[in-house]
């Protein structure tokens, strides 16, 4: 398979970053495949173990219809406007003024908000010096190359580090930066492939009721003359006002689809995009679409329900936001990662570390614990681009 050109070679960002590590990337003296190639050398190629399943995957999937039913409420208000008249008794006829008012007041309330360049993917690799729990890798590189995951065959021994990587300062330390980068030798990865999958399709009907409300006035109007001796004449005019306010309420889906945004810190605004599984930062473009409910439930992928947010290579401080499936995320260890809408429409995650706090470092976003703090990070708010409404 042909390999890109590159200008960094990808690294475990658990690795403690030194001079040598540096070199080994091809940060210091822009020679990253040259690295990579003598790293390969001294100590030889990544091995990459293959199991194939034996057994079907079975799979049902649900097909929701939904049908709406109009309930019609039928609401009629009367009022009777009674006027009594006095006169003498020359007169024959008289005028009646009133004044009747309808105000019809209608308020609705709609809910919406107005969109990450490709970054560089990390890899978990064995024998890396590790940093401290507190720090985090803040690496913005833009263009990666996928690499061969490590072997498990055994390392030539090296007695010096090669002239290609002068700044290490033994073969121990050497040795460690080309793990980080993952060629070495003793490393192999084990690859599953993907199992038949037999899908059962089940169909389920689901009716919605919403009330429609129709309202209609009838003012009855009576008029009473009366004659009485020339000694008194009143004359009432009588005014009255109905006011009628219907409000209608949008209604929000349960189940939302959409891009994501970041507010607050330098990049507000800029979507968020999935790279090589891992939650990043778009620089220009549209971010990824992300499907989540607004009561509460762990986001997942359009069209890959069962590839769901974890937090990855995550301690009881911060881990890395990473979409992976149920499996995947067992082998390594990682942790779900449940989120929730607010009223002011930003978006809550939490999980059972206790992180539930957003921070922005570098290309990655990470959910920490509420008391975690660094320098290289800030913490930031994520909003939906906009909200889909019940029709």
């Not at 034996?54 to 109009?70: L, N, P, R």
């Not at 908000?113 to 913005?140: V, Y």
């Not at 980068?181 to 169909?203: K, M, Q």
Request: aromatic share 6%.
């Amino acid at each position: 398979m042909p390999v890109a050109t590159v200008s960094v070679n990808p690294f475990n960002p658990a690795c403690l970053e030194t001079s040598c590590l540096n070199q080994i990337v091809g940060l210091s003296g822009n020679d990253a495949v040259v690295q990579f190639s003598s790293c390969v050398a001294q100590f030889g190629s990544p091995v990459v173990s293959t199991v194939i399943p034996t057994e079907t995957v079975f799979a049902t999937a649900t097909t929701t219809v939904e049908y709406i039913d109009v309930i019609v409420s039928l609401t009629t208000a009367t009022s009777t406007l009674e006027e009594t008249l006095t006169s003498y008794d020359s007169v024959f006829a008289t005028a009646t003024e009133y004044t009747t008012t309808n105000v019809v007041t209608i308020s609705t309330r709609v809910t919406g908000n107005p969109a990450p360049s490709s970054l560089k993917k990390m890899r978990k690799r064995k024998n890396c010096t590790r940093k401290p729990s507190s720090a985090l890798s803040q690496t913005e590189t833009v263009t990666a190359t996928e690499v061969p995951e490590p072997s498990t065959a055994e390392t030539e021994t090296i007695t010096s580090t090669p002239s290609a990587a002068p700044v290490c300062s033994d073969e121990a330390e050497y040795s460690s930066a080309c793990s980080c980068i993952g060629a070495i030798g003793d490393i192999t990865e084990t690859v599953t492939a993907t199992a038949e999958i037999s899908t059962s399709t089940i169909y389920e009907t689901v009716s919605s009721a919403i009330p429609s409300i129709s309202e209609s006035v009838v003012n009855v109007v009576v008029t009473t003359v009366v004659v009485k001796p020339a000694t008194i004449t009143a004359t009432n005019t009588v005014s009255t006002g109905l006011q009628i306010t219907t409000t209608v309420t949008s209604v929000l889906q349960p189940t939302q689809t959409a891009q994501l945004l970041i507010e607050g810190g330098p990049r507000t605004g800029k979507p968020l995009n999935v790279v090589s599984s891992y939650v990043q930062w778009a620089n220009t473009g549209t971010g990824s679409n992300i499907v989540f409910s607004l009561a509460s439930g762990q986001p997942w992928l359009p069209g890959q329900p069962a590839v769901k947010l974890y937090v990855h290579s995550a301690n009881s401080q911060v881990g890395v936001l990473y979409f992976q499936t149920a499996a995947q995320a067992a082998t390594s260890g990682d942790v779900a990662v449940t989120c929730s809408a607010n009223e002011n429409d930003t978006i809550s995650c939490a999980n059972a570390l206790g992180h539930s706090k957003f921070l922005q470092c570098g290309a990655y976003v990470y959910l920490a614990s509420p008391a975690f703090s660094q320098a290289s990070c800030t913490e930031v708010a994520i909003k939906p681009a906009s909200l889909a409404y019940v029709s």
